[in-house]
């Protein structure tokens, strides 16, 4: 062989694993995450839900995968430039935690795959044709169990409150999603022998008045309907039931431990990491359109008796017993 032939031959030997290792390093797939919450404890069980669920498929953050995180703190008119900022870098895969976030990407997108996280009826919305065959570039997960799990919510309010009968339901009337669930409330509450009022608001500024509406409904207790809106305003929701001596239950478990009395309902954390699964099919090549729309497996019970006791209750210990955490 001459010099020149083995040189060149040579090059193209060397070269070609260094070109393999480039194109290796290249394809480190870049995810989008995007919540309407903040980045530290509300949003501590799908952040971490999320991770889990890509370390349980080999994926190590900043090793194998790049994850850019997206947090609104509950402000939704922030989503629309977080939606967009990420469909200008070349992201792969874009997690929506919740419904106002998969419409803000919805707008900018209809080629990067959108893997939903908790969504409240995504077939009314819009989102996708039907659960068996999303159709379009949005899949994922849905909030949604049975309609009829309202009734679980009160059936653990009057086993807590002794001779409840009157429950109001503070409701985000801007939330679509949530109409489903309050015509079957207002079915199975009367049913239960409890009197239903459904208080509704759409902004921060209208809780007070809210909760003075419920005042005049001499409602026992509240069933807080959950929405992203909801979940921004948990603080305030609490504070103001605290102050009214009202025990509430909630659909988000974080409200427990921010001094609501009690919530159950689907596990964020399981939900998202759940959706873990759909960014790796996604990666590895399976359309979103194909993929089915999976609902809930795993629910959680949660009570707070630091708080039962500032409301002079006493919750029966059948109660506790099927509590998946309970805080003192």
Known sequence: MHRREFLAGSIVIFAAPLAAEAQRVAKIPRVGFLSTLSAGVDSADMRGGFLQGLQDLGYV??????????????????????????????????????DPVVHA???????????????????????????????????????????????????????????????????????????????????IAPKLGLTLRHVEWRAASELQPAFETIAEHRAQAVFVYGSALTSAQLPQIIALATKAKLPTMFVFPQAVALGGLMSYGPSRGDLSRRSARYVDRILKGAKPADLPVERPITFEFRVNLKTAKALGLTIPQSLLLRADQIIE
């Open 105 to 187: 990407v919805k707008r900018v997108t209809t080629t990067i795959p959108i893997v939903m996280v908790v969504s409240l009826d995504p077939i009314r919305q819009g989102y996708i044709a039907s659960l068996a065959r999303p159709g379009a570039n949005i899949t994922g997960l849905t909030w949604d169990s049975e309609f009829e799990i309202v009734g679980k919510y009160f059936e653990l309010l009057r086993e807590a409150v002794p001779n409840l009968s009157r429950v109001a339901g503070l409701i985000d009337a801007g939330y679509p999603g949530l109409e489903p669930y309050r015509k079957v409330s207002e079915e």
């Open 61 to 98: 953050e900043d090793r194998n995968i790049v994850i850019e995180w997206r947090f609104a703190d509950g402000k939704v008119d922030r989503l629309a430039d977080f939606a967009a900022d990420l469909v200008h870098q070349s992201i792969d895969v874009i997690v929506c935690t919740h």
